[in-house]
C-alpha cells in the first residue's frame, strides 16, 4: 500500500506538491481550467493543515527558448488563485536564489508555484530525462513530496520520479481516487468483466488487447480495429483502416482466445469519410473493395447490448466508430446509451472516448472517468507506474 497524503504530519512543513497543470492555453488564455480545478482538494487539504506548500507542474513540451513565453505557469499560478480565493505566489524560476528565497520567507499555508518544470528540458532534457541532480536539488527544497499529476505517473521525470526518491513521499487525492478506481476494476472487478477496446489502431493497443484477454471474460474489438484482424481472417476489407504490421498479432490472439474477442458482425460502410457520403449496412464478409468500414452495424449493435447488459464491470476504451461525423456516429451513441442504463460498474478512459461521452451524454453515476489517457491505458496493459512505484510504502 502507497502512502497517501493524510499520512503524513503537514503541519509548519514545506510540501512539494506535483500537479498536472498541463491545460489547455493559447496566447496564456486557459481554454479549459478543470486541472487546475481538480488540483484544489489536495492543496487546499494541505493549506488547512498548515504547511508551506510549493507547487510544481510542467505545461506544453519546451523545445526552444521561444515555447517558453508560451508555456509559463504565471497564467495558471493567477488562475489558482482566483479559484483558492488566496494568493499563489509565482516565482518565475526553476531553481536559483529567488526560488530559495522565496520558501525560506514561507510561512504556514503560504502557497507558491515555481515555473515550468519543463524549462529543464531547454538545458539538455534535465526534467525529461530525469536527471539525477535536478531531481536532488528540487527535494531538497522541501521536507515532503506529493504526488497528484495522475497524468503523468507513466512517465519518469524528475519532477515526478527522481525527487520522490529523495524524500518521503505519498499519493494526492487524485492520483489516490484514480489509481484505486482503475486497480480495482483490473484485479478486482465483479465478473463477468467485459473490455471494450475501439478506436483507430490496432499498434496503439496490443499492449491493451493482451492484457485484456488474461483478465476479462469478453472482449469486444471495435472502431477501427477489426478490419486488421478481418484482413488476418482473409476478409476483404476494401479501404478500410488496416495497421498491417498487426496482421501476424491478430491472427495469433483470436487463434488463441476465439470464444473471448468479440469482432463486429456488420458494419456501416461509406465511400469516403465524410458526411455526404453514401453508406450502407453489410455483413462482415461482404465489404467492397472501394469501401471503407466507419461504424458497426444494427445486429452489432444488438450483440453489444446483450453483452454490456449481462456485465458486471465494464471498462471501455476507443469509440465504435468515426463518431465525429455524425451519420457514423451510432454504434458509439449507442453504446453510452447502454452503459447509461447499465447497473454494472463502468471504467472509461482515453481522450476521444471521453470527447464522445461528453458529446453523446453520458450520465452514468456509477462510472469512473479517467483523466489520464496514457496512464490509464499503461494500467490496463497491467504495467507498473514508474510515478507510483516510487512513493513511499505504508
Ligand atoms: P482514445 O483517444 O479514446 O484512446 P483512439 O485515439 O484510440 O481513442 O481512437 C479514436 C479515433 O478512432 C477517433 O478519432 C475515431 O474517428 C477513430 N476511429 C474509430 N473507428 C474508426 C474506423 N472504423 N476507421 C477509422 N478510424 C476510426
Ligand atoms: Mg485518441
Redesign the pocket.
Known sequence: MKKNATDFKVKNQKVIIRCDLNVPIKNGIIEDDTRIKKSLDTIEYLINGNAKVIILSHLGRIKDENDKSLYSLKPIAKRMSELLYKEVKFIPFTKGVEVEDAINNMKPQDVIMLENTRFEDLNGNLESKNDMELSKYWASLGDLFINDAFGTLHRSHASNVGIATFLPSAMGFLVKEEVEKISECLTNSKKPLVVIL????VS??IGVIKNAVEIADKVIIT??MP?TFFKSLGYNVGL??VDNDSIDFCKEIYKKYRDKIVLPIDLIVAQSISEYSQTRLTNRENIGDKE????IGTATINLYKSIVMTAATIIW????????ISKFSNGTRKLVEFLNITSAKILI??????SAINKFEFKNTNAHISTG?GAS?EMLEGKELPGLKVISDK
Open positions: 475501439g478506436g483507430a489502431k496503439d493497443k472502431g477501427g478490419y478500410s483502416i471503407i468500414g466507419v461504424d476504451n476507443g469509440p465504435c466508430g468515426v463518431f465525429e478512459g482515453g481522450g476521444d472516448t471521453i489517457g491505458l
